[in-house]
């Protein structure tokens, strides 16, 4: 049976498993061809997903962090990347910002990011992700656009129950 | 980087724990030993600092934690492990190789002291019912 699909994807965030977003690539694009994307049976264009589950292992590079979240499907690859230089955002987006004002968007920039590997991206820690679902070298990963530790030990069983239950009431309809 | 995920199983199917010959005519609940397996149990003992027992519903399996990620133990409260399943000789008695159960060498581990067991369950039966849905949709609609 064909799923209907919502007008615009991008607009709605999925309550999704790591195994559905592990599994979304279904064709990594070879000879420069653009990556497909597959989520419940249909072809769709990079979507927003949340996921929740254990951290299990985190790199950290110059660039971006990665790590991934387990929640008992598979194990789900994350990215966050590390806070360009507000000099450089100002020439991106040029725009006019005094030096002070460039210095403090950088500290609290790194500050920010700075609180996030400390206190959220440990671990063992139970997280909530949110972040749109892409392909980078033939495997789907999630570029995070926010992530907070739960301490909720039922936050999982939320989730999977909201899930299931979303993809039984609302995804399939 | 390539991690296995956990696959969630109870205590007693972790001292079950078989050689994969033994798995494949008992079924595939069963654990074999060198999986990865996610278990919730309460506490029992905390034998060194390497080293804790961990009990659920009567079985008790020991873990050992001396790889995990830093931890406070605690006698009494509950605690998740994520990890795989080692042969060894274990500490909790027993002489010869026949008694050796299985130890899970865990490398994640997380006090989840309020979790709801049987809403935990639950949990885990509505993520596997909607995801065999979810392969038969796909499989189905090839």
Known sequence: MPVSRPRDRRAHTVKAFASQVAGSVSDPGTGGAKPKLNFLGNEVDPFLVELCGIIVWVTEKEKYVTFGVDDSTSVAQCLVWRPASAAEAQVAKRAKWSREETQTLEEVARDRHGRLLSSELVLGAQVKVRGRVDSYLGRAQVKVASVCKVDDPNAETEHRMDAERLYRDVYTK | ?142
């Open chain 2, 1 to 142: 980087m390539s991690i296995k995920h956990g696959e969630p199983r109870s205590v007693r199917e972790v001292v079950c724990a078989r050689s994969e010959d033994e798995v494949a005519q008992v079924g595939t609940r069963a654990c074999a030993l060198g999986d990865s397996v996610r278990i919730v149990g309460r506490l029992k003992t905390v034998l060194s600092v390497e080293s804790v027992v961990l009990e659920d519903e009567g079985s008790e399996v020991e873990v050992d934690v001396s790889l995990s990620n830093p931890c406070r133990f605690k006698q009494g409260r509950q605690y998740q492990f994520i990890g795989e399943l080692e042969d060894r000789r274990n500490s909790l008695g027993g002489g010869g190789a026949a008694d050796a159960t299985p130890i899970l060498v865990a490398r994640i581990a997380r006090d989840v002291t309020g979790l709801d067991m049987a809403l935990y369950r639950a949990g885990l039966k509505a993520q596997e019912r909607c995801l065999r849905e979810i392969e038969e949709r796909s499989s189905g609609g090839r």
